[in-house]
């Protein structure tokens, strides 16, 4: 059987159901390439008492193991929503076609938490994800669907690519916004949502660009219309530092 349990946050942020089904498994493995954690292995090892192996992207996609859980009880932990990457749901979709168990653990994401920003969620467009540029290649389609948000008064979340560091996918949105004629004015930064460490800051392009100290993971918000209750919360989030 495949359990593909989400661990949320943070360390503790596995839930009781999440532990339980460890307990059954035989072998447990991490996925690493989706997000950069902000613990460390050694510290989620502890929390869930049990060592795991980390996969790749490339190890999780070969489907090797839902081959092995066709013999014994495996268990893939993923940071955050179980279900928040294509690979995964391909895992499950891959058991069903197997004829092989597989349960889906859920627990918090990213996707809950930037409601603490006090934009609505019911008011967000198509998720973003901002990759990192190379010297002969800098995709910015992400920012098309910014605009095609923008177009119908929605909220736009950009995923930063894991390792990208913030002054970098600041420049990079900069440039993808001339580049599709969108004027960008403040911007909602999060940081470690979640964790002892999360902070939310509400700043234009220019009072972002003066701030290095912003840890991984992070996601930025390009905000569309405000309602008045949102622009409220917001503003007491401009003078975070």
């Not at 954690?37 to 929390?47: I, K, R, S, V």
């Not at 081959?67 to 891959?94: C, F, K, M, Q, W």
């Not at 190379?134 to 389609?141: H, I, T």
Request: hydrophobic residues 40%; aromatic residues 8%.
């Amino acid at each position: 059987m495949l359990y593909l349990i989400g661990i949320g946050l943070n360390e503790r942020g596995i839930s009781k159901e999440g532990m339980d089904a460890l307990l059954k498994c035989k072998k447990v493995y991490l996925e690493n390439y989706t997000v950069d954690f902000p613990y460390t292995e050694h510290q989620l090892e502890e929390m869930i008492g049990k060592k795991f192996k980390v996969l790749d992207r490339k190890n999780v996609e070969n489907l090797g193991i839902v081959d092995e859980a066709e013999r014994l009880n495996v268990a893939l932990l993923v940071y955050g929503s179980p279900l928040s990457a294509t690979t995964h749901i391909t895992l499950i979709d891959e058991c069903r076609a197997s004829g092989i168990k597989y349960k889906i653990v859920y627990t918090a994401s990213v996707f809950d938490a930037v409601a603490e920003t006090g934009l609505q969620q019911y008011k967000f467009g198509k998720v973003a994800s901002m990759p990192t540029w190379q010297k002969s290649f800098e995709p910015d389609s992400f920012m098309e669907i910014v605009k095609q948000n923008l177009s119908i008064n929605a909220h736009s979340l950009i995923l930063i690519d894991i390792g990208l560091e913030f002054q970098k996918a600041l420049k990079q949105l900069k440039i993808a916004a001339k580049n599709h004629e969108i004027k960008l004015e403040k911007i909602v930064v999060c940081q470690q949502l979640g964790t002892k460490n999360r902070k939310i800051m509400y700043r234009t392009l220019s009072e972002a660009e003066e701030y290095s100290g912003v840890l991984k993971p992070y996601c930025i918000i390009i905000p569309s219309k405000l309602h008045f209750v949102e622009k409220e919360v917001l503003e007491g989030f401009s003078k975070n530092k």
